[in-house]
């Protein structure tokens, strides 16, 4: 069944094609949702708005992209803005608890590496690691992302160099293990 066959089976209400598309790109969502969130609850749940959100707009897919792209750049902002309501209740929920005293901090032992790429990833600003994890991690393009993002190909190359170098900054002390 090809992309045109899905929408206009879609478009005329037919669950199997609403079926057949969430099982062609559920995965890749999902993972994209997952790297963005580092959040199996919040992936899925993001997951599932995006193709909620696909679903609900699949009139107004108009072909100027690819199918796939299309989706992704639904997916992409469904991500974003969820991300961005997830962190203001969280820091409200911060302002509510007490924070520990100064005396009570403990040094804990250091992070191994994949952890701390993890977090690095994290900290990254949105845009970076965007970029970044739908390039060097999922395969895009900086064409395939300048259309899901709504961007040009050479912004994304440039917050992909951006975003390498704080992450080279961040992970600074493990260089010396990543020789051969």
């Known amino acids: 069944m090809t992309d045109a066959d899905l929408i206009a089976g879609i478009r005329s209400g037919d669950p199997r094609a609403e079926r057949t598309l969430y099982d062609r790109h559920v995965d890749r ?12 609850t919040l ?19 108009r072909g100027d992209a690819s ?3 299309w989706l992704h750049a639904i997916a992409v902002n469904v991500i ?8 203001r209740i969280r820091r409200r929920e911060e302002g509510m608890d007490e924070l520990p005293d100064v005396m009570d901090a ?19 600003p ?3 690691r965007m970029v970044f994890v739908m390039h060097d991690v ?7 992302i300048a259309a899901s993002l709504g961007i040009q190909p050479g912004t994304s190359k440039a917050q ?15 260089a010396g293990e990543w020789a051969s």
């Open 29 to 40: 969502l999902y993972r994209l949702a997952h790297r963005m969130t580092g959040d199996e």
């Open 43 to 61: 992936a899925r749940d993001f997951t599932q708005d995006a193709f909620v959100r696909a679903f609900e707009r699949i009139g107004d897919f």
């Open 67 to 69: 199918l796939a792209t």
């Open 80 to 87: 974003l803005n969820g991300l961005k309501k997830v962190t």
């Open 106 to 124: 403990r040094r804990t032992a250091e992070p191994d590496l994949k952890h701390r790429l993890h977090a690095a990833i994290a900290a990254l």
């Open 126 to 128: 949105d845009g970076y």
């Open 138 to 144: 999922e395969g895009y393009t900086h064409e395939e």
């Open 160 to 174: 992909l160099f951006r975003a390498r170098g704080k992450l080279r900054e961040a992970l600074a002390e493990f």
